[in-house]
């Protein structure tokens, strides 16, 4: 796993991402977000474990943006697909600096799961970004 912050070469600077879903930023709507990645995963054809590894990191990321999130603003999920990878951003908006606590179970938990992590502030949104490759599968003999 690698920590690292998004850069010019990460997967939003090549377009707009194949699937984005808006909710309100509120813990009650994470649920929605693991599903939708869990789905997402599942139809690029990722291994079980991969499907739910992901879901699981979804989970955590809305975790650690959800308390940098202003009043009244919306939890974004943005997924860039292929078959080789899916790489997640999820934000929230957010009027101050953010880093990530490392020694959280959360974020634990997240760089365990995902191959790539990062947490990022651009100036208005808090953006936890993570990439995730699928495990190979064994082919039979």
Avoid: K, N
Avoid at 19 to 30: F, H, I, L, T
Avoid at 42 to 48: E, G, K, M, N, S
Avoid at 110 to 129: H, K, N, P, Q, S
């Amino acid at each position: 796993m690698t920590q690292s912050p998004l850069t010019a070469d990460a997967p939003r600077a090549s377009g707009r991402a194949d699937v984005e879903v808006r909710v309100p930023a509120d813990g009650a709507y994470v649920s929605v977000l693991r599903t939708t990645t869990a789905g997402l995963a599942a139809r690029l054809d990722f291994t079980l474990d991969d499907v739910e590894d992901l879901r699981i990191a979804v989970g955590e990321a809305c975790a650690v943006v959800l308390p940098e999130a202003t009043d009244a603003g919306d939890l974004t999920a943005a997924f860039w697909l292929s078959a080789q990878r899916i790489h997640i951003e999820v934000s929230v908006p957010t009027d101050h600096e953010v880093s990530p606590d490392e020694d959280s179970f959360a974020w634990q938990v997240l760089t365990t799961l995902a191959d790539e992590a990062g947490l990022t502030f651009d100036g208005t949104r808090c953006v936890l970004a993570l990439t995730h490759h699928p495990t190979p599968l064994e082919t039979g003999r």
